[in-house]
């Protein structure tokens, strides 16, 4: 692995370990055997860097088409297949998600991250519909992509700060699957 790599690797551990704010510079440094020239040569500035490693860390928990699951794309055993999936990676302590909310709450302090995120965040929706409907991420049409992959996104961030302000009252899978039985019967009714 060249620096870049090696920055980028040590980025995702600090973020892991001590959140976006509390990572310094010489935290990244130390942890990838780098140096701190490396940063700005490579991505312009620590918050770069970090906004990068969050990315890669988020594209590292996707299932590609659902390719895993054996509940039918698009039931309600796959919805709660797939958000169990998501809840089992809110439980430990160096919970990304948790890392995630810190992320939300900076909001425009950090202008340059926040306009990555807001790039990737279309991709987490198609993603997202990718897992819960199995087909592959690039069948996902832009218009999906803004419709339903958004709709999983507001789901997952209300998640994500229910797990980070309380874990013991959070939903699990079964219970957002059971609301979601209940929405679809309210809706359905004629």
Not at 30 to 50: F, M, P, V
Not at 101 to 122: K, N, S, T, W
Not at 152 to 179: R, V
Request: aromatic share 6%.
């Amino acid at each position: 692995m060249g620096h870049r790599e090696d920055l980028l690797e040590g980025a995702k551990r600090c973020l892991l370990e001590k959140g976006f704010l509390r990572t310094t510079a010489r935290d990244i440094v130390k942890e990838s055997g780098t140096n701190l020239a490396s940063i700005g040569y490579h991505y312009g500035s620590k918050d770069a860097l970090l906004g990068q490693a969050y990315i890669a860390l988020v594209d590292e928990m996707s299932f590609e088409g659902g390719a895993g699951f054996a509940a039918a794309p698009g039931s309600l055993e796959r919805f709660r297949e797939v958000w169990a999936n998501i809840v089992d990676t809110m439980r430990g302590p160096g919970s990304m998600w948790r890392l995630s909310l810190e992320i939300m709450g900076m909001g425009d302090q950090l202008p340059e991250v926040r306009d990555q995120l807001v790039r990737a965040q279309r991709e987490g929706g198609r993603g997202l519909v990718s897992m819960l409907m199995g087909v592959p991420e690039e069948e996902v049409t832009d218009e999906t992509a803004d419709t339903l992959g958004r709709f999983y996104l507001a789901l997952m961030t209300g998640l994500i700060g229910q797990w980070a302000f309380d874990p013991k009252s959070a939903p699990d899978a079964d219970t957002l699957t059971e609301g979601l039985r209940q929405v679809i019967e309210a809706a359905t009714r004629t």
